[in-house]
């Protein structure tokens, strides 16, 4: 009797160590196939353009997002990517409570913003001071004047003839606030006043044209010239040392339209694409 109680409690004892074993093997090869599936972005995508952006231009029968041929790219990756439209040339406030407005609608708990130039500026006026800090997981800036930039000083104080350009147009309805919005003594301001959002991860990439002028847009030469002159090396509208916000993840050899795929010496999709590959191994 005794030796059937002994016997039966073993095969219990063994099966349940087997039952154990399989699960255990189960496991490991459970974590071992995740381990080999390409990472996935947790959060989607907003594209913030830059001033006198647009979300899409139409020449003739063609058709080009401001961020040239990004979009596709960033889907074929699995991404979820929305590009919004705000005012081209208003200030930094009016443009980040659009940009706002339709991050609000999305139905997404937090939003990975992409943005350029200008709209770096919009971005972090939008979590820290219009209350979106907890569905913005993070803002990534590229070519962005968090220090102003030369260009705007020198455009916006001609001899008195901008500001009142400024006015009049204001009286029109005609909003140019924004090119006021990027100067250095401006942007002082604006980052006082502007702290960074806490939760929010901040990282930029900074860019200078490539080769100084020999492999740069011609139309950004001149002003390449003028800025070098007063900030040093810079991307044809913005100083490389005013791109710097959060953590600096990279540098480019990009004049300011190529950062958006507005050139042919530059592949801005597979920048992007990489960009959101970062992303994607840091959990957002």
Partial sequence: ?????????TAVLLIAALAALAYLL???????????LPPKLRHPVVLAHGILGFDELKVGRVKNAYFRGVEPKLVQLGAKVYAFQVHPAATVAARAEELAQAIRALDAERVNIIAHSMGG???????????LSERIASIITVGTPHRGTPLADLGTGLFGVAPTAKKLLGKMGVDVGGFFDLTTEKMVHFNREVPDAEGVFYGCFVARAPGGVTAMNPLLVPTWKLIHARAGDNDGLVPLESQKWGEVLGTIDADHWAQIGWSGSFDAPAFYEALVRELMKRGL
Avoid: E, H, P
Avoid at 1 to 9: D, E, I, R
Avoid at 26 to 36: F, M, S
Avoid at 121 to 131: F, M, N, P, Q
């Fill in 1 to 9: 009797m005794q030796s059937t109680v002994l016997f039966a409690s």
């Fill in 26 to 36: 189960r496991q490991r090869q459970l974590r071992r196939r995740l381990a080999r």
């Fill in 121 to 131: 500026l919009d971005a972090r006026y939008l979590a820290s001071r219009l209350g």
